[in-house]
């Protein structure tokens, strides 16, 4: 599985979007973008995974770059309960196929 | 139900206690997952079961002995652990017969050696 880089941290005010970006320039063709996050001393969560279109859903916004090297996770209107570790993943597809997980990004929405 | 639970949330234990971490899920899943997590480090994976079979080993000392007894369950046994082993253990499931398989994660046992 690719190797993914993220800023270590990063702020956001509440109401505003978060937007948190991933670079994996050695994804290769057939490898998915994976977004979880995890809130401080709870299991991570899925968020929204991605191939090379862009993708929605209920929680958040999903763009790839055309050459599949980055990425951007976007929650449209943050809110204080957003605050958590935001892990980009790239992961093949299989059967039973483990999560390599990265340092992620500390997000912390502000009042 | 897309729940997974696991029980006890913290656990404190000497060296020389043998004690378990249990995990459970309704989901049908035939995928789950053991991962370990040190304080501020992302998760560690430290096994995989597959349709209740051992498929990956992450090269864990043998004082972690996983157990999947069925489709719903998976247990951790833990002895002689040291203190070092303290951490917070997640454990995971996932459809394996989706392409993507998005793992659903329990909220984790906190272990603390003494």
């Known amino acids: 599985d690719a190797k993914t880089t993220q800023p270590p941290s990063m702020d956001c005010a509440e109401g505003r979007a978060a937007n948190l970006p991933c670079n994996h320039s050695?994804?290769?063709?057939?490898?998915?973008v994976y977004w979880y996050r995890q809130i401080h001393s709870q299991g991570p969560q899925y968020i929204i995974h991605g191939l090379k279109n862009n993708e929605t859903n209920e929680m958040a916004s999903l763009i790839i770059t055309e050459d599949r090297k980055s990425s951007t996770l976007i929650l449209p209107h943050a809110t204080l309960r957003d605050t958590a570790v935001y892990y980009c993943?790239?992961?093949?597809?299989?059967?039973?196929?483990?999560?390599?997980f990265g340092s992620g990004t500390q997000l912390t929405v502000l009042p | 139900d897309t729940e997974v639970t696991q029980t006890p949330k913290h656990l404190v234990m000497g060296m020389t206690n043998k004690k378990s971490l249990k995990c459970e899920q309704h989901?049908?899943?035939?995928?789950m997952y053991w991962y370990k997590q040190k304080a501020k480090k992302p998760p560690e994976l430290m096994f995989v079961?597959?349709?209740?079979?051992?498929?990956i080993n992450e090269s864990v000392p043998s004082r972690f002995s996983p157990e999947c007894p069925n489709s719903s369950l998976l247990n951790l046994h833990l002895h002689a652990l040291q203190p070092e082993d303290s951490a917070l253990y997640l454990c995971a499931s996932s459809n394996p017969q989706r392409r993507n398989n998005e793992q659903f994660f329990g909220p984790g046992t906190r272990l603390t050696v003494l």
């Open positions: 989901m049908g899943h035939r995928a």
């Open positions: 993943i790239v992961r093949g597809t299989g059967s039973a196929r483990q999560l390599t």
């Open positions: 079961y597959s349709y209740e079979k051992l498929s």
């Open positions: 050695t994804i290769s063709g057939n490898e998915y």
